[in-house]
């Protein structure tokens, strides 16, 4: 018999062994400015844990063609009619790309190119989504339980949350009669 590996499952037991991998966590006070609804934003605790990184990679920092594995546990909740969502970025250095895939609960992975045109992906367990170089990402929990999705990235990739900070995605994803829709 082949011993089947389950790779989030090993990820997160290597985790727990304090093996390498890093932990990082954004609050909804992170998050400010990129929702469209002040009012309902400012109704909500700041120090509300919106979500959780885990980032790995099995290589010195840097080394190149390395592949970073993470996986993102996005909380369910909103903002008005917005999704609680990942704050979203461009790879620093442009042209690399990225794999996401879903591992549990509901999503959608909102996506834009360099001509502003955005589109969106449903996520679900076992989707696979391919980030082309030059697009920005960012991921909605549209479900009411924790959404969880692995990624791969290059190691040199870097983020660019600048350009999304400033300008944001040119399309809202909002809960329109209970389900998600682009606006
Ligand atoms: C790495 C990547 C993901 C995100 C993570 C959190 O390139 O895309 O690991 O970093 O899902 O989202 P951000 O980084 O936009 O806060
Ligand atoms: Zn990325």
């Known amino acids: 018999h082949k011993k089947?590996?389950?790779p989030s499952l090993s990820f997160f037991q290597n985790e727990l062994k304090g093996?390498?991998?890093?932990?990082?966590?954004?609050?909804?006070g992170e998050?400010?400015?990129?929702f469209e609804n002040q009012d309902a934003?400012?109704?909500?605790?700041?120090?509300q844990l919106a979500y959780e990184v885990y980032s790995y990679l099995p290589e010195r920092e840097g080394t190149p063609g390395g592949l970073y594995f993470g996986i993102t546990q996005l909380y369910p909740g909103k903002v008005?009619?917005?999704?609680?969502m990942?704050?979203?970025?461009?790879?620093?250095?442009?042209?690399?790309?990225?794999?996401?895939?879903?591992l549990e609960g509901?999503?959608?992975?909102?996506?834009?190119?360099?001509?502003?045109n955005t589109w969106a992906e449903r996520m679900m367990p076992g989707s696979l989504h391919y980030i082309p170089g030059g697009v920005a990402h960012r991921v909605a929990n549209?479900?009411?339980?924790?959404?969880?999705f692995a990624a791969c990235w290059p190691s040199d990739a870097g983020h660019n949350y600048e350009e999304i900070a400033n300008k944001g995605f040119s399309a809202r994803l909002v809960e329109v009669n209970g389900t998600p829709k682009l606006r």
């Not at 093996?19 to 909804?28: D, I, M, N, P």
């Not at 442009?94 to 996401?100: K, L």
């Open 4 to 6: 089947i590996v389950i």
């Open 19 to 28: 093996e390498g991998v890093v932990k990082s966590r954004r609050t909804l």
């Open 31 to 34: 998050l400010a400015g990129i």
């Open 41 to 47: 934003y400012s109704q909500l605790p700041l120090d």
């Open 80 to 84: 008005g009619d917005e999704y609680f």
């Open 86 to 102: 990942t704050k979203g970025h461009f790879h620093q250095q442009e042209d690399r790309s990225e794999y996401y895939w879903g």
């Open 106 to 116: 509901e999503g959608m992975l909102i996506l834009m190119d360099r001509e502003r």
């Open 142 to 148: 549209t479900g009411n339980s924790v959404l969880s």
